[in-house]
C-alpha cells in the first residue's frame, strides 16, 4: 500500500533540524523498496555480468579489423586472455551456445531498460504524494541495476547492434532517458540533510518527504560540501562516463576515431620528442649528459601513456568497471536498509516492525523473480532453434 500525504517542506525555513516536530511516521512502500524488487534487479544485473565475464573469457575476439582491412589487437586483453585460454580453460562454446545467450542478454536487456524506467516514473509520480527520502534512494540505487545491466548487455552486444542499425538508434535513445531520470534523481542525495544517520545536519528523518529536497537545492542550506554532496558526485561521474563511454562504443565499437585522436596523433608527437631527444642524447663527449634525463622522462611518459590508452580502451577494463558499479549500487541499497531501525538522534532502537513489511513475500514481491526465468527460458529456446542449428553446422564444416 502507498501511503499519500500532501508534502511539508515547513523545515527548510529552519537553521537546524534537531528535535525537528510533525515528522510523519516511514511507511512501507514495496513497489519500490519491496525485498522481490531489490532481489530481482540485483540477480538481474549480476547475471547479466555474470554472462557477460563468460563471453569474455571464452568467445570474444581481441583482434579487430579495422579500416583498410588493417587488424588491431589490443595487448591488454590479448596477454590476458591467451593465459585464460591456454592455461585455465580450453573450451570453446558452440555457435549455438554464443546464439542462446546474446537472446538471452537481448531479453534482459529490454526488460530493464522497461523496468527501469517504470520504478524511475513510478518514484517521480509519487513525488507530489509525499514519496520519503529513504524510498527515494532505494529507488535510485534499484533503478541503477537496470541502467548497468543494459550497458552490461550493450557492451556485449555491440557487434549485434552493428548489424542492427534501427535498434542501435532506439538504444541510443533510451540510453539518453534512462541517464537523464537517474542523474536527476541522484540530485537529491547530495543535501546535508539527506539520510541524516550522523546528525550533522541536526537529525536522522528518512520520512521527510524528497520533494522538499528539490526545492532545497537551489537554497544554501543544501550542503555544507560534506560526504553526502561528494557521494553524489562520485555517483552521477560513475553513471555519465559510463553512459557516454556506452554511447561511443555502440557508434565507434573498433575504437577507431578514439584510436586515431588519443592514441595515434599523441604518441606521433611523442615518438618525434623521443626521437629527437635520442639523437641528442647520442651526441659525444659531456654534449650528451643534458639530455639523458629528458629522454628518459620522453619515454617514460610515452609508454605511460601508450600503456593507460591500452588498458583504457580494453574490454577488461569495461568489466571491471561495470562490476565495480554494481558493487556500489549494492553497497548503497542495502546500506539504505539497514538505517529504519534508528530514532531521529541516530540511535538504534531495533527494527521498524511497520517497514518490515517490505519484507512479506506478496504476489508483487514474487513476480520479479519470476521474470528471472525469461532470459533462461530464451536461452534454451535460442539454443534449439533451427536457425542456431544451421549456424552451428556452418561454422563447424570446413570450406571447400
Known amino acids: 500500500m502507498v501511503y499519500c500525504h500532501r508534502p511539508n517542506c515547513y523545515w527548510l525555513s529552519l537553521d537546524n533540524l534537531t528535535d525537528l516536530q510533525g515528522v510523519p511516521p516511514l511507511h512501507p512502500n514495496p513497489e519500490i523498496s519491496g525485498i522481490g524488487v531489490i532481489l530481482g534487479f540485483s540477480i538481474t544485473a549480476y547475471l547479466t555480468l555474470a554472462l557477460l565475464i563468460l563471453h569474455y573469457l571464452t568467445v570474444y575476439d581481441p583482434c579487430r579489423k579495422v579500416a583498410k582491412g588493417q587488424f588491431y589487437v589490443n595487448e591488454i586483453d590479448r596477454g590476458l586472455l591467451a593465459f585464460v585460454r591456454g ?36 518514484g517521480y509520480s509519487q513525488l507530489e504524494c509525499g514519496i520519503t527520502a529513504y524510498h527515494w534512494q532505494i529507488m535510485v540505487f534499484v533503478s541503477w541495476f537496470s541502467s548497468f545491466t543494459f550497458l552490461a548487455a550493450m557492451t556485449f552486444l555491440e557487434d549485434y547492434f552493428q548489424t542492427n542499425n534501427k535498434l542501435r538508434i532506439i538504444r541510443l535513445f533510451f540510453m539518453f532517458i534512462l541517464s537523464s531520470l537517474l542523474v536527476v534523481a541522484l540530485l537529491l542525495t547530495g543535501s546535508q540533510n539527506w539520510l541524516d544517520l550522523l546528525n550533522e545536519g541536526g537529525g536522522f528523518y528518512p520520512s521527510l518527504s524528497a520533494l522538499c529536497y528539490y526545492q532545497q537545492i537551489t537554497m544554501e542550506s543544501f550542503t555544507d560540501g560534506g560526504p553526502r554532496l561528494w557521494s553524489m558526485v562520485f555517483s552521477i561521474l560513475v553513471v555519465g562516463l559510463s553512459y557516454i563511454h556506452g554511447g561511443i562504443r555502440l557508434f565507434d565499437p573498433k575504437a577507431e576515431f578514439t584510436r586515431r585522436y588519443f592514441r595515434k596523433m599523441p604518441g606521433t ?27 628518459l622522462l ?30 556500489w549500487g549494492t553497497i548503497k541499497i542495502w546500506d539504505t536498509r539497514k538505517i529504519t531501525g534508528y530514532n531521529a538522534k541516530g540511535n538504534y532502537t531495533g527494527a521498524n516492525v511497520e517497514v518490515l513489511d517490505e519484507n512479506s513475500w506478496s504476489f508483487g514481491q514474487t513476480l520479479p523473480l519470476v521474470l528471472l526465468l525469461l532470459p533462461l527460458l530464451s536461452m534454451a529456446q535460442a539454443y ?17
Not at 580453460?89 to 537481448?106: D, G, I, N, Q
Open 87 to 122: 592455461r585455465v580453460t580450453a573450451w570453446t562454446p558452440t555457435r549455438r551456445f554464443e546464439y542462446a545467450m546474446e537472446k538471452s542478454v537481448l531479453i534482459l536487456s529490454d526488460t530493464q531498460v522497461v523496468t527501469g524506467l517504470a520504478i524511475l516514473t513510478a
Open 384 to 400: 534449439l532453434d533451427n536457425d542456431a542449428k544451421v549456424q552451428d553446422r556452418l561454422k563447424t564444416t570446413p570450406e571447400l
Open 269 to 295: 608527437y611523442l615518438k618525434r620528442i623521443v626521437n629527437f631527444l635520442d639523437h641528442k642524447s647520442k651526441q659525444r663527449g659531456i654534449r650528451a649528459a643534458p639530455w639523458i634525463l629528458p629522454l
Open 298 to 327: 620522453a619515454y617514460s611518459t610515452f609508454v605511460i601513456a601508450r600503456s593507460s590508452y591500452d588498458i583504457a580502451e580494453s574490454m577488461l577494463l569495461e568489466i571491471i568497471w561495470l562490476a565495480f558499479a554494481i558493487a
